[in-house]
């Protein structure tokens, strides 16, 4: 994965954020959007796409573009800033192979205590029951 690539791959627009802020919140347009088209990077490789297709499916549109937006702050380039690190750390995550999970044995310790749980719990119902004559 190539960052500078990343990065000249997506594209920003600039919209009026929402939240307390007075008359100023009402005419500056300080929340920022990313777009970025996921099937059209050049910075990736076939199995990192397929990865981020199954990861984001949730995020990407119909047409496979996924927009983030952040408008935490009253500052234009602090939100691209947030927003352009939300980016990259989204896709550092999502690209690197899932851990293989390591198969483990019930602990000895365990099945003890299992079994144990299920002594007292037969000894409890045993007598409740009528005494045989």
Same mark, same amino acid.
């Given at each position: 994965m190539?960052?500078?690539? @990343? ?24 929340r ?26 949730n ?6 573009? @996924?927009?983030?937006s ?37 602990? @000895? ?16 119902k ?6 045989? @004559?």
């Amino acid at each position: 994965m190539d960052k500078n690539i @990343l990065l000249n791959e997506i594209t920003f627009k600039a919209t009026r954020s929402s939240g307390p802020g007075g008359q100023h919140v009402n005419k500056t347009s300080t929340r920022v959007e990313l777009y970025w088209q996921l099937e059209e990077s050049a910075a990736l490789t076939e199995v990192e796409k397929e990865r981020l297709r199954a990861a984001l499916a949730n995020q990407l549109s119909k047409e496979g573009q @996924l927009v983030l937006s952040s408008g935490q702050t009253r500052s234009q380039l602090k939100n691209k800033q947030l927003v352009t690190a939300k980016f990259l750390h989204l896709l550092d995550k999502h690209i690197q192979p899932p851990k293989p999970r390591k198969r483990t044995r019930t602990p @000895l310790a365990a099945k003890r205590k299992r079994l144990k749980a299920k002594k007292n719990t037969a000894d409890k119902k045993a007598l409740r029951r009528k005494p045989e @004559l």
